[in-house]
Structures are given as structure tokens and as C-alpha cells.
């Protein structure tokens, strides 16, 4: 299931950063997009411009180089090796996705 937001201001309070992102609806996504997003991605409006959510696993940082320490792990990671990241790209426009 996806999901769209549109990301406000963006505060930092004790070096926490905070999104302000507000949940739209898809008709208003559709209309902000100029086409119709699919529905099963979750998208983003940052700054005006329509972004997308990758996520990848990468060697976690808390507890050392590479995967060669997989298994041990630490508490960040929940004693994978490896943490979960996630972050907006904007989403260029291709030809597939016109009408
Ligand atoms: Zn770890």
C-alpha cells in the first residue's frame, strides 16, 4: 500500500530534525503530479518536486566495517550487521510514464 505527503518546513530542535509532512489524498497527489502516481509506491512532494521512496541495507555503522561482522551485531541494528535505510529521490519523468 502506498502513501503520499507533502514534506513542510523542516525544523531542527536539539540537533533532532523534524519534517513537517502532511498526508494528501491521491486526487490531490494525481492533480500536483500533472498523471496519476501509482498507487502501490509512496511518494513524496519535497519542495515541489515529486519524489519517490528508495530503501536499501547497508553494513551497519554501529558496529564495524562490512559485512564479515553479520551475526554479531550490535543494539542499532538489532544484531543484523545490517540496518535498514531509507530516504526521497526525485522521480524524473520517462516516457512510460506519459499517456
Ligand atoms: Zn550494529
Redesign the pocket.
Known amino acids: 500500500m502506498g502513501s503520499v505527503i507533502v514534506r513542510g518546513e523542516t525544523t531542527i530542535v536539539d540537533q533532532m530534525i523534524y519534517h513537517d509532512d502532511q498526508p494528501i489524498t491521491w486526487e490531490d497527489a494525481d492533480a500536483r503530479a500533472g498523471r496519476r502516481l501509482d498507487r502501490r509506491r509512496a511518494w513524496a512532494f519535497v519542495e515541489g518536486t515529486l519524489c519517490t521512496s528508495i530503501s536499501w541495507t547497508q553494513a551497519?555503522s554501529?558496529?564495524g566495517y562490512g559485512f564479515e561482522d553479520r551475526g554479531s551485531?550490535?543494539s542499532?541494528?538489532g544484531h543484523h550487521?545490517v540496518t535498514r535505510e531509507a530516504m526521497w529521490v526525485p522521480e524524473p519523468m520517462t516516457s512510460k510514464d506519459l499517456p
Request: net charge negative; proline share 0%.
Open positions: 551497519c554501529g558496529c551485531g550490535c542499532e541494528c550487521g
